[in-house]
């Protein structure tokens, strides 16, 4: 038989946000890329922040053709927009998985438009990348994602969290 365990993503991300090495004097801002991953975000921002740091949400939205899946209409929800991030802000878009991108290069755009050039992480609990990592990688200054997906693909600013780590949850 196969055994699956539903783990929380929060501690993997906490060991990609210690890998980054932000400076504790950054903003730091969690993006959540469409309408699903909103409640994913804001927990994954509550367990993390600390007094020291809070961490932001920004919350995106997009359109899908029902018929075609084409992605169109990236923005940031003007009802959950700060004015400003801060100066050096950290932004890291948070969701459950990467296939082809689409939506992440989407979403670092839509970041670009809204707030100007800020320093754009992509994490993802389950990184496919199933059209490589050369567009993710011109958009965001790095990738992470668990190595529950083994996609054979390597870059420098690729970080992959094992999920086989000792003091992993159970």
Known sequence: ???????????WIARFLAALQLRDDRPLWFVAPDKGARPRTEAHAQVLATTARPIGVIHCTKVRDPITGKLTHFEVDPQNRPNELGEHAAVVVVDDICDGGGTFLGVAKALRHTFGDHD???WTTHGIYSRGLTDLTTHYSTLGSTDSFLHGRAHERLITISLQTQDSPR
């Open 120 to 122: 754009l992480h992509l």
């Open 1 to 11: 038989g196969c055994e699956l365990t539903n783990l929380p993503a929060t501690p």
